[in-house]
């Protein structure tokens, strides 16, 4: 009986494409060296799972805006420092008099605030359904301590719909590698109406190579007998229906909006915002859907779809490496161009 080791290395139907939409398992497979574990008939496709990759220039721009702002300090994760705006990043105008902090979480701007009540604290508050869950916690716990000096600057993105547009828009793909992170918090029966409408298969996976080989291992097989359902390879942390106590909070403070991608455009009902009755805490995320590249030759925006390689955009590796980004993709360490640039990734 052939293991599903030597089945995915010796494989030779038709070739699949199969997207990995989580940056984490971006990252996961060029560590593990999985591409070299599998038949080449068996294509990996990075998707846009990344959310510092999928935010648009706009937002970077209102956060330098914030950082310029008398009495008032933008918050946020390392990777978000590094990512240029229209001209600047939050690092350039840092070093010009902007005051940013870099934390490791949402949760830590508390201490920050409260040690200076007078100022007022901007988090970029960015990411999927499972960080969204983390902000309602932060919320919740500024009601309860009475902090309100606290602002979110929000660009809360959802999995279901973006997934929908690369299927409906870019397509090619024959099967998806869920985001296990995301599965967690919203349950792996999210992605049963994607698998149904547009016929592909979906397998939640944890984020140890031998799980993302054995999530191929039923992805190439669901596909090759033509099924189109979702198998969760990851019941140890995802269970079917999800954490139905962080959904009840994420509903409790956030409700859904239209939303802006880098390379997408505008996804209706793909984003979240803070309700009405909890806007005091908001700092002007509304209508931030500008978006352009400050180099014109950057493919950041069709790399995050799928629709080229990081290694087929033109400034890869040469203008554009991790010390000398470019594009969000190449920034970010869960980004599709600095996953394969470290780790010496080709195809």
């Not at 999928?54 to 956060?63: H, N, S």
């Not at 902000?135 to 719909?161: C, H, Q």
Request: proline share 5%; glycine share 8%.
């Amino acid at each position: 009986m052939t293991d599903y080791r030597t089945f995915l290395k010796e494989y030779d139907g038709r070739t699949i494409r199969i997207m990995e939409v989580c940056g984490t398992h971006t990252a996961s497979i060029a560590h593990a060296g999985i591409v070299s574990l599998i038949s080449p008939k068996i294509e990996l496709i990075s998707g846009p799972g990344c959310p510092v990759c999928v935010t648009v220039t706009e937002y970077i721009d209102r956060l330098i805006e914030l950082s310029l702002t008398p009495d008032t300090v933008v918050v946020t994760f390392g990777d978000m420092i590094r990512v240029t705006g229209s001209q600047k990043s939050l690092q350039d105008v840092r070093s010009e008099g902007g005051q940013v902090r870099m934390v490791y979480s949402p949760l830590d701007i508390t201490a920050l605030a409260e040690a200076q009540p007078e100022k007022t604290f901007v988090f970029a508050a960015i990411g999927f359904e499972t960080t969204t869950a983390v902000y309602a916690a932060l919320i919740d716990g500024m009601i309860e301590s009475g902090i309100r000096n606290i602002r979110l600057l929000t660009s809360l993105k959802t999995m279901p719909p973006v997934i929908d547009w690369v299927c409906s828009m870019q397509g090619g793909i024959d099967g998806f590698l869920a985001p296990g992170h995301v599965s967690v918090i919203t349950g792996s029966d999210l992605f049963v109406p994607l698998a149904v409408a547009h016929g592909v298969p979906f397998a939640v996976a944890g984020f140890e190579g031998e799980e993302i080989l054995m999530a191929l291992y039923a992805l190439v097989k669901m596909i090759s007998h033509g099924e189109s359902r979702v198998m969760n390879l990851y019941p140890s942390a995802v269970t079917p229906a999800g954490n139905t106590a962080a959904q009840h909070m994420i509903d409790k403070y956030f409700t859904s909006c239209d939303a802006a991608w880098r390379g997408m455009g505008i996804i209706p009902d793909s984003g979240l915002m803070l309700r009405e009755e909890y806007s005091m805490f908001d700092a002007g995320s509304r209508d931030l859907f500008s978006d352009h590249s400050h180099h014109p030759k950057c493919r950041c925006a069709k790399v995050i779809t799928g629709a080229l390689k990081p290694t087929e955009c033109p400034l890869f590796g040469t203008l554009c490496t991790p010390d000398k980004p470019q594009g969000a993709c190449m920034v970010s360490s869960e980004g599709s161009c600095c996953s394969y640039f470290v780790n010496r990734r080709k195809v």
